[in-house]
């Protein structure tokens, strides 16, 4: 089904006026091919930044079903860049969907850490991390040797469906992740995400970690 991306961002940081706050589309999901959705809005710097997950670019890469596309805002909201592809799916995990960004300091510098959503052959959905030093990229993939790297060949997955299932099994699996830094307790992150597959058939269930 073709979806759209239609935010109303929070009038109060957008219009002058929250009454008269309607729905406007910002990032247009027909002209990237069929959908933009699971939107990651950040506000910092004088800026807002939407990042979102949008088609695939199926170029030098088998399969590559989802992408993260941003678009920013440097007048409040006033006017909107065109989407540009921030994040590709690395290859194992085919997809980079499901953005959630925050920044945080580990004690060396300010960086963006992005929970994301991929889906590798025949496990279904599972979420990633990346993190880069801007918020616009370029990102790296956590792998799982403990380094950051670009297009790693061994991708760390962070949480994986409690019980995997074949891509034909038409189960979603475990994704759609969000971010909460807590800096009154020490920079403690928090995440929450979706998983279908713990009772069947299949039911969403919110998980936290």
Not at 83 to 96: G, I, N, S
Not at 110 to 133: F, I
């Amino acid at each position: 089904m073709t979806r759209r991306l239609l935010l109303a961002v929070l009038a109060a940081l957008l219009l002058a006026d929250p009454a008269s706050a309607q729905p406007f589309v910002i990032m247009d999901g027909l002209g990237l091919g069929g959908y933009a959705y699971a939107p990651s809005i950040v506000v910092a710097d004088g800026e807002i930044s939407i990042h979102a997950c949008t088609p695939g670019i199926p170029v030098g890469n088998p399969v590559e079903w989802d992408v993260v596309r941003s678009v920013r805002s440097l007048d409040g909201g006033a006017t909107w860049t065109t989407p540009v592809v921030e994040l590709r799916a690395q290859a194992y995990l085919r997809a980079a969907c499901d953005p959630s960004i925050v920044r945080l300091n580990l004690g060396d510098s300010d960086r963006w850490y992005m929970a994301l959503s991929g889906a590798p052959a025949d496990v279904q959905t599972v979420n990633a991390l990346a993190r880069s030093e801007g918020r616009h990229g370029p990102w790296e993939y956590r792998t799982d040797r403990g380094t950051w790297e670009a297009m790693p060949a061994d991708p760390a997955v962070i949480t994986w469906p409690f019980n995997p299932a074949p891509d034909n099994s038409g189960i979603y699996g475990a994704g759609q992740p969000s971010l909460v830094v807590r800096p009154d307790l020490d920079n403690l992150v928090l995440m929450w995400w979706t998983d279908t597959t713990l009772t069947a058939p299949a039911q969403n269930r919110i998980y936290a970690a």
